[in-house]
């Protein structure tokens, strides 16, 4: 009784920012400044966002690159001693300042021009940096039924949606969340491998066998999420997976010195 108490009142909730946002001026979903100019952003947050979207990145971890170090396909430092199951990560900037707020903000109050607007640059993102590679389908690493009970809504699956669109992809819906588990957050690295373990499963593997994927979440932390969700997208006969997120949390000493005044 108590979890559906909670779950009616997050819909409520949802329902009344949906209203809200209908009714009050628009502002932006970074700062909550208004006027907005740019996709559901004011124009001081749309540059600090590009700026973030043009740090460098190692290809293999989606880790920052400090600058005039070279990205290499194989990996870099900030690589994890064993790689994972993906073979690639597109991603937008580091998760922090404008584009960490903006990410919180589409996935509690459903910013729908803000999403759009950070998917679309993802698209634009994936399609430079890996013009000559051919995706059969876009997959969302996918949100268990209660969860999404809970919150109204499945945040990754709907920036999957649109990317997939936009790069004109079929989304998959055969891979599945079997287990709840508790958020990744503040576990460390050894039990957020753990806690995942065993986590997703597959409808049927005749969609993605021979098949490369490219894999949707918001934003990776240590990997273990996206690399349990590969893992069992090979099993599963797979030829190869890449992940794409809006951004990669990382400690700031990785992207201190790109943030510095000029």
């Known amino acids: 009784m108590a979890r559906l108490t909670t779950s009616l009142f997050r819909g409520a909730y949802t329902c009344l920012a949906g209203m809200a946002d209908l009714l ?26 590009l700026s973030l979207v043009a740090m460098p990145f190692c290809p293999r971890c989606g880790h920052t690159l400090g600058p005039n170090v070279p990205a290499d396909e194989d990996g870099c430092g900030g690589c994890p001693p064993t790689l994972g ?42 399609a430079t940096d890996w013009p000559g590679e051919d995706f059969d389908a876009v997959v969302t690493v996918p949100m268990h039924w209660l969860r999404r009970l809970q919150r109204g809504f499945d945040h990754a699956r709907s920036i999957a949606s649109r990317l997939a669109a936009a790069l004109a992809l079929p989304l998959g819906n055969d891979l599945i969340r079997i287990r709840n588990t508790p958020p990744q ?3 460390p690295r050894s039990r957020r491998i753990e806690n995942v373990r065993g986590a997703f499963a597959l409808r049927s593997a005749d969609t993605v066998r021979g098949a490369s994927l490219l894999l949707v979440d918001d934003v990776t932390t240590t990997g273990a999420t996206v690399d349990e969700a590969a893992r069992i997208l090979l099993h599963a006969g797979a030829h190869h997976v890449a992940v794409a997120v809006f951004a990669k949390a990382e400690a700031p000493t990785a992207y201190a010195a790109h943030l510095q005044e000029p």
Request: hydrophobic residues 40%; glycine residues 6%; aromatic residues 6%.
């Open 185 to 187: 957050t503040h576990l």
């Open 85 to 126: 199951h993906f073979d690639r990560v597109f991603r937008l900037g580091p998760y922090t300042a404008c584009l960490r707020r903006a990410i919180r903000d589409m996935k509690y109050h459903r910013r729908q021009r803000l999403r759009r607007r950070l998917t679309d640059l993802l698209a634009h993102r994936i």
């Open 24 to 49: 009050l001026p628009d502002v932006c979903g970074a700062c909550g400044a208004a006027p907005v100019a740019a996709e559901g952003l004011c124009p001081p947050c749309n540059l600090e966002l």
